[in-house]
């Protein structure tokens, strides 16, 4: 490959390796026309076409991490325990702290964005170093249960919303059933979903062709869907929610058939 034809590239630094990042022959370009008498309009054309070429390496270089980030996705282990019941639940901090390594290792970081009017809403967004990020949100009203005053309602159910929001754009498996809410009612009992919130699930169900509902079952660790704590049903109804959009996506094989 000869020097004029040669493509350039940069190197970052992630985790004391370094990453390289192969330079867009857009940019080289751009440089060529700023050296020259170019008309501005021109110019800003070019600009537009490069712009669009670094979002587009961009999210390629997003997934590309991702799909490195998931082959490594540690188990979270419960670290929490509820003498009173004797069981053991995964709190945010451990959920957090486990993947935020592996996350760091490929260029990749979370964050949380946090409104509140009539309800609560919690968007995390997993971001790549190149600038591309994604994002995923649920809003929800204060937790009530027990006897949390004001505060430790409002804390409650950001403490939730941030882990299922986590584990939703990270890929993690569930462990809402287990959530740490500060020991203000960890442990007690749940009520189960509610006749409209199961014919809800039941709407994805019903329609969805690969539903595997024993798996689904003991992923949420319930004997059925009517037994199915309020806790779960929100990340239940994200999971259904991805994998049907993912049932329904084009293939080339689905594009055949319709022929």
């Not at 960890?186 to 014919?199: M, N, P, Y």
């Amino acid at each position: 490959m000869s020097k004029e034809n040669e493509v350039k590239k940069e190197v970052a630094v992630v985790e004391g390796k370094e990453v390289v990042v192969q330079t867009s022959p857009v940019v080289e370009m751009t440089q060529m026309l700023l050296s020259k008498d170019v008309k501005p309009e021109d110019l800003e054309k070019m600009l537009v076409i490069y712009e669009r070429d670094q979002e587009t390496q961009a999210k390629k270089a997003y997934h590309v991490a991702m799909t490195a980030f998931k082959a490594e996705v540690p188990q979270v282990s419960k670290d929490k325990e509820n003498t009173q019941y004797g069981s053991k639940y995964t709190s945010l901090n451990n959920l957090v702290n486990t993947v935020n390594p592996i996350l760091s290792k490929h260029g990749l970081s979370a964050s949380w964005d946090i409104e509140q009017v009539e309800k609560i809403k919690v968007v995390c967004s997993i971001t790549h170093i190149l600038g591309h990020s994604e994002s995923a949100s649920m809003t929800a009203k204060p937790d009530t249960s027990g006897s949390k005053n004001e505060i430790q309602q409002i804390k409650s159910a950001i403490t939730y919303l941030k882990s299922v929001t986590f584990e939703s754009i990270c890929g993690i498996a569930s462990t809402d059933a287990n959530l740490d809410d500060d020991g203000n009612s960890a442990g007690a009992a749940e009520d189960c979903i509610t006749e409209e919130e199961l014919s809800k699930i039941k709407d994805y169900t019903d329609n969805f062709k690969s539903f595997d509902k024993a798996g689904f079952l003991k992923h949420f660790c319930i004997e059925s869907l009517e037994t199915m704590p309020k806790s779960t049903f929100h990340g239940a109804m994200i999971m259904l929610a991805s994998k049907k959009k993912l049932e329904d996506k084009p293939t080339p094989e689905k594009v055949e058939d319709k022929k």
